[in-house]
Each structure stands twice: as C-alpha cells, then as structure tokens.
C-alpha cells in the first residue's frame, strides 16, 4: 500500500519536473573566455593600453569606421558608426555621415553627433586620456547636425581613418554615460558594441552580456564571460576539462604543437605581431661608434632566434617598421647580413681586436628574457660579452627609460602606419629622458626631418617615400637592429565560429561579433 | 583576560606602526612608476603627469606618508591606484577565500598531522615511522603549484570530480566547498607535514619524561597514558606550531590561489606588486599584520584552554 502511494508521488514528481523542463527557457549560450591576466586595468577604451582591456573593450565599442573583423590591414578599413565621409583635397577638412537608429547599452538612447565630438574631445585631452598626443593636430571636432560631424586639422595627419577607427581613442563612448557616472564609467563602460557589460568582479572576471538592439543584429551569443587567468597552465588545464572554450595561448611551437594534437582544438595564430629590435643606445660608449653597431648587427642571426621560437608564431623582420604597416619597406634599405667574420673585422677596425663587454638591462619576463639570452649568446661568438641585469618587469620598464642600459630588447605593436613606429622610437622628441619622451632608447635624431615631413604630406605616393628615406637613414646608421615579430596566439574549442576569418585583430584578441557562434 | 586581550592589540600599535613605514619606503624604493603601469608604454608625458597628479605621486614623500599615516590611524586604508575601488573593500571582497582556504588547511593538516605525529612517535624506529618522516619530507619540499597541478590532472581532468577554476560562489554554500576542497588539500598538504614532525618531536619529548615512567610503572594501561598523560603535555609545543604557521600559510597561500585561479589576500598582492599599486600594498601589509597579531593572540589564548596552569595577566 506504502510503496503503492511512493509510486505515485515519485510518478507525479516526475511529471512536474518534465513541464518544469519544458517551461524552462532555452538555456544561454555563453563564451567562456581565459585571459592571461590577474585582474583588469583600466576598462576605459581612452585610458588603456594594454592586451587584456584592450581584447575586451573592442567587443563592446565602435569607431566611426572599423577594420573588417579579422583583418588589421588599414586599407581595407569600412564604414562603422559612420556611413559616409569626405576629405577636403589638402586633407584639413573631413566630414562624416552618421549612421541613423545606432543604439547605446542599455537607457542610454541613440548615438548622435553629439557623442562623438563628446568622446573625440574626451580623447584629445590628456586628462581623460592616454591617446591626447594622437590627437594634436585636431583643431575643431563639430556637430553640424545630429548625423554629421565635421572634423577640422591644422595639418594633415598621416592617417585620420586610423584615429576615429575601433582603436584606442577612436573609440566611441556615451556622453550622457560619462557625464553620469564620472569617475565610476570605467567600472561600467557604456559604448554601442554588440555586447554591454554585465559585471565586474574583482580579480575575477567581467561578464558581458548581448547587446539586443546592436545596429548589426542581435549576437548569436548571449552572454561572455571573460576570466583572469593569470597561470599558463591553469588556462590550459580549465580549456581541458571544458570550464572556457577560448583562451589566450603560449607564443612558444611547443604549445602551439601540443595544442593542435588535442582533440576539438584549433589554435589561431594572428597579426600584429610584437615587433622587436635591439635598440643600440648611441650615447653610451662604444656603441657611439657605428662600426660597433653594425659589427653587433652582423653578429645577430635571426634564423637561429626564430628556429628556437618556432616557425609558426614568429618570424624574422628585416626593417625597423613591422611587417605589414603602410610606409613600411625593405627595399633599397641597407641591411646586415648575418656574417661573423664581418662582424670581427668591424670591431677590429673600430679598435676593439678583442671585442668588448656592455652592461644591459632586461625583464625577468620569459618571452623577452629568452630571445636576449640568445642575442648575447650569439655576440659572444663575435667577442662582445653582454653582461645581462636581470630584473622584475616594473622595475626594468623604468630603468631603461633613465638611459642605464646600452642596449634595450624591446617589442611593440602600435597603430599600422610607420609613422607611429618612427615618431615614437626613432624621432627626437621622443628621446628617453626629454620631456617629450616616448621610447627612443638609442637617441636617434637623424630622420626628423623625413618623419615629419612624411606626417603631413598630403599626397600618398610622397609620403610613402619620405618614410622609406627615413628608414634608409635610420638602418644606414644603425641605431636599432630589427629581430623578429612574434605573433597572437589563442586556442578555440573547434566549435566556437568567429563568424570571419582571423588573421589580425589589432586589439590584441579575437573579435567576438554579433555573428560569431557555437556550431 | 580581556585586559590581557587589549594589551595585546595596543602593543601591537607601534609594531604595525613601524611595518606600515617599511611598507611604505620600500614601496617607493623600487623603481617602476605606477602612472607608467597603468597607462602603459606609449602614453604620452602629458598624461604621465596628469595620471600622477590626480593620483597624488607628484606630492613630497614627507606630505604622502603623513597623509598616508594619519588616514591609516583614522582605519581608513585609502583607494587602490589601479582601480580607484577602495582597498577595504577589495580585502573584505577576497579575505572570505582566504579565510576558507586557511582554516581548510589548518583542518587538513590538524585531522592528518596530529595522528600521525602521535603514531611515529609511539611506533618510533619502525617501518610506519620511516615511511611517514621520509613522507612529511616529501611534503614540506614538494612545491605547491607542482603538487596543485597533479592534484588538478587527477581529481579535475581524469576523474573530473572537482573544476579546475575553483574560485566558487560565496553565497553557494555547496559550491563554495566544493570548489575549496582540492585547495584545501593542496595547501593541507603542507600543514600535515608540518603538524606531524611538530607532534613526533613533541610527543618523544614527553615519552621521556619521569612522570610517563611512573605511570608505566603504576601498571596504567598504554592508552590512558598516551592520552592523559603523554599527549596533553605534548600539545602546546603543537599550538604554537600551528599558530605560527597560521600566519606562514596566510602567505603562501599565494601559489595554491594562483594554480587553481582563486581569487584571495596572496593574489591581491601579486598583482598590486605588478602594478606598483602602492595604497593597495600598504593596505594589504596592515592587513597582514593584523592577521599575525591575531593569530599570534589566539595562539596564547589556546594554551589556557590546553594547559589550566597557563596565566594569563
């Protein structure tokens, strides 16, 4: 009778929880993400630069105009927030036709003109923003009407596109979200994306979740979760047992290797790369001397540097701009060939028969101490003995910029046209230690002239080739020696769908889009 | 007692007095510049000097630690540099992780390490002896990321009982054990090897004491010498261990939160070392020192409750 009566309960608890079942509303669809980071820095697009703010904020931000999702090139670059644009012909003036019904994160309404003289002023001022030197030359940012804005330079840029795209202080935020929140914006970030922030938690994640009205569609993909993970192999552990489905990888072979043999995995490996060099500072003794510098740079060889690296996530570079950017070259630009006889007869010639020894500073960090130890590896074949400093990140980061060290190993990805990489490691004004100062660590001067002329030169075919005598300059005295780039490497579960082909994201991590999916 | 207890807590004035002073001079030793750190290599000079002006860096050394001091007398521990969140808050946000992870290891290592300290030093020189000594050794030198990652391989990837990422939700009380059990063992690990050579050294001690040959000699049965007799008098010795290492494990704690991705005190500290976060540093430290000061105090209080001849005045 007893067990009779269990018998229906259970058969009626069974049946409720089948209509519970199918009253239960599909379930998310969420991204778990792991990046290698132990907390988020600074989440205001005008404030930061740095890899794991910069690969978050893109997915909830726009620019005027955007680089095609998966691509860095920025000549392929296509209409965003705006539709249309023209430029006056000395390329002062240029107006954009905003696109009308963009819709901010949550209460926060439609995206008007207003907000982006609003979010390009913001950008402009060094007080709210990181970028205020990218935008000196703008001298007005106007609303003519709530769909058109009219920007006007006192000299031409070398690529205004480049400034009001989906990067850095191109980035668009919500004036009416500034102006309330203040100081707390950065703790919730209002931008027109497809995706809005959820919540932060401290040194643990941010959570994300779609962005319904997005201009583009609603995301496929409800809600990101984007983790710190700041141990390598904790990620790869947690990518494992299925706890993320995309993570941030090794750029080492190995992993890249071992990641590809585990079953439902594919490894992207994409552009920019970190572009690094050897910056030969040439105040300091002997390497004042260029003989020195072009005995060390013939001592160097990249093969032996990229084969330890892998051949998939790096990759030789020839010139002092990263492969890829607009003005950069290789051709008709002096090189130095990997050759230590030459290397031996120009410090012989310079006075140094027996080579010499030099003090240099570098990070304890592995993916900038190890291709170091084999540079100093390969200049003790030549006679030069480099007696490494090793210190914290920090610590070094500072050091260098108070001119204590004779060479610095240093890599960098910056905006895709070489005037960036010029002006800020090879201008004057940006010498370490100037007030102006940037990242010139080997106090080299002679190309101003070029560099600038090449900023507001109107005309493209010109331009292109006053940053090419710039390099020509730069490489002939040899103040830098390009090494290699190394690129981003990430690793998906096999049935994440971008929704477009990766092969460079200039902010540094995937772009999770309103077509990106779960297959 | 109590007046005891506050004595305590006002002599430990002057000691976090002077902790917080080291803090802060060394903080500002090390080169690194937090306004650098936060906007990171190509900012320009201009909003270099306005970050640190807003974050009050371009102030004398003497005006910021005066500052510093007088607010840190008033409880109030400033905001984090980084962040901008006050660094009470970012504590009391982590301290429950930490708290867990603590007492699971302190747990761990008291239920394993106690029983065993007591068995190798009665079963002294014999197999079970060796086996456990060359264990506990195996233990104390076996570092803990090494050990949280095999523990992660068996338990999380091949037999896929608990997750990897155990940072579990505080108001889940069921996820929140869930996901502290395999840190806790990881950094219980460390406790048992601790308590048990604290107790066999303890325990042999007193095994040789006068009054354990009398009792023998009384023809009392083993077992109520062991634990009338012998292991009463072994426990403060044991406290002290524990309770010193209470504060030792509140530190390396760090290693175990990093593997297994929990968020706590030790994590709290890398990172604002990283980012040269020196409020949130500072603050930490006074954190710190509390934590020692208390744990030291508790320590104290338990021999009274171990040992009635304990005074305390």
């Known amino acids: 009778m007893i067990i009779r009566q269990m018998r229906r309960w259970v058969l009626l608890l069974g049946v409720l929880v089948l209509l519970g079942a199918s009253y239960e509303v599909k379930a998310d669809v969420t991204l778990r993400i792991g990046m290698d980071s132990s907390d988020a820095g600074q989440l205001d697009p005008h404030l930061t630069s740095k890899t794991p703010d910069m690969a978050l904020l893109q997915w909830i931000f726009n620019g005027l105009v955007r680089f095609k999702p998966g691509s860095m090139d920025p000549a392929t670059m296509e209409p965003d927030l705006a539709e249309k644009w023209t430029s006056s012909s000395d390329g002062r003036t240029w107006t954009f036709t905003l696109r009308k019904g963009v819709k901010f994160h949550g209460s926060y309404g439609e995206l008007t003109a207003e907000d982006i003289v609003f979010s390009l002023e913001r950008s402009k001022n060094p007080k709210s923003s990181a970028f205020s030197s990218d ?109 993320i489905d995309l993570f941030y990888g090794d750029r080492e072979q190995r992993w890249v290797e071992r990641m590809r043999g585990q079953k439902d995995t594919i490894v992207d490996i994409f552009r920019p790369g970190e572009h690094r060099s050897l910056h030969l500072n040439t105040t300091m003794k002997p390497l004042d001397d260029v003989r020195v510098r072009r005995a060390i740079a013939h001592a160097i060889h990249r093969d032996e540097i990229v084969q330890f690296l892998g051949k998939d996530v790096a990759e030789a570079a020839y010139s002092i701009v990263p492969n890829g950017y607009l003005g950069q070259t290789t051709e008709g630009i002096p090189q130095y060939e990997y050759n230590p006889e030459k290397a031996k007869a120009l410090l012989k010639e310079a006075g140094f028969p027996n080579g010499f020894s030099t003090k240099v500073m570098n990070t304890n960090l592995d993916p900038l101490l190890k291709p170091m130890q084999i540079i100093q590896e390969q200049l003790r074949k030549v006679g030069i003995q480099v007696e490494l400093e090793v210190m914290e990140h920090a610590t070094w980061h500072a050091q260098i910029r108070k001119n204590l060290s004779s060479m610095v190993h240093y890599g960098a990805a910056r905006f895709p046209v070489a005037d960036s990489y010029l002006t800020q490691f090879y201008h004057s004004k940006s010498i370490i230690g100037t007030p102006t100062a940037v990242t010139n660590f080997s106090h080299t001067r002679m190309a101003d002239q070029e560099i600038d002329a090449a900023r507001s030169e109107p005309n493209p075919k010109k331009q292109l080739e006053l940053w090419k005598a710039a390099q020509q300059k730069i490489m002939a005295e040899c103040t830098a020696i390009p090494v290699f780039e190394l690129k981003q490497v990430w690793a998906r579960k096999a049935n994440l769908d971008y929704g477009h082909t990766l092969t460079g994201s200039l902010n540094l991590g995937p772009v999770i889009s309103e077509t990106t999916r779960f297959k | 007692m109590i007046k005891f207890i506050l004595k305590r807590f006002l002599l430990a004035i002057p000691t976090l007095l002077a902790v917080l002073t080291i803090v802060f001079l060394i903080a500002r030793v090390i080169p690194g510049d937090p306004a650098a750190v936060i906007l990171g290599d190509s900012a320009g000079r201009e909003a270099l000097d306005n970050l640190r002006q807003r974050l009050g860096l371009n102030q004398s050394l003497s005006r910021q630690y005066i500052g510093f001091i007088t607010d840190a007398l008033k409880g109030n521990l400033g905001k984090s540099l980084v962040s ?127 009054y354990i040959r009398t009792a023998k000699a009384k023809g009392l049965p083993g077992v109520v010498i062991l634990f009338r007799h012998a292991i009463r008098n072994a426990l403060i010795p044991i406290i002290t261990v524990i309770g010193l290492y209470l504060g030792v494990l509140v530190g390396n704690s760090v290693l175990t939160e990093i593997v297994f991705n929990r968020p706590g005190l030790g994590k709290l500290i890398i990172g604002a070392l990283n980012q040269r976060d020196y409020s949130m ?33």
Request: without cysteine; positive net charge; aromatic residues 12%.
């Open chain 2, 281 to 313: 540093l500072q603050g930490l430290m006074v954190v710190y020192g509390f934590i020692i000061v208390l744990t030291n105090l508790i320590t104290d209080l338990t021999y009274g409750f171990s040992d009635p001849r304990v005074k305390y005045s």
């Open chain 2, 84 to 210: 901008g969140t006050s660094v009470m808050k970012e504590v009391m946000n982590v301290l429950p992780y930490t708290i867990d992870l603590t007492i699971a290891g302190v747990i761990i290592g008291v239920v394993f390490g106690v029983p065993l300290g007591v068995l190798t030093a009665v079963y002294r020189n014999s197999a079970i002896d060796f086996v456990t000594r060359i264990a506990s050794l195996l233990g104390l030198s076996f570092p803990a990321f090494y050990s949280a990652i095999l523990l992660i391989i068996v338990f999380a990837l091949q037999l896929g009982w608990f997750p990897v990422l155990s940072s579990g939700d505080l108001s889940n009380p069921v996820e929140r054990l869930h996901h502290l059990i395999l840190p806790g063992v990881n950094l219980g690990l460390i406790m048992v090897a601790y308590v048990t050579r604290a107790t066999r050294s303890s325990m042999l001690e007193v095994l040789r004491e006068d």
């Open chain 1, 135 to 243: 935008f000196s030359e703008f001298k007005t940012i106007e609303a003519l009407d709530p769909y058109t804005v009219r920007i006007t330079l006192s000299s031409p840029v070398p690529f205004l596109l480049g400034l009001v795209s989906n990067y850095h202080g191109g980035m668009i935020v919500s004036k009416k979200a500034v102006e309330k929140l203040g100081e707390n914006f950065k703790m919730g970030p209002i931008g027109s994306g497809p995706f809005q922030f959820e919540e932060y938690k401290s040194k643990q994640f941010v959570s994300l979740k779609a962005h319904k009205d997005y201009y583009r569609g609603t995301p496929k993909i409800d809600r990101v979760m984007y983790r710190y993970i700041p141990s390598a192999s904790s990620r790869e552990l947690a990518f494992r047992s299925g706890e």
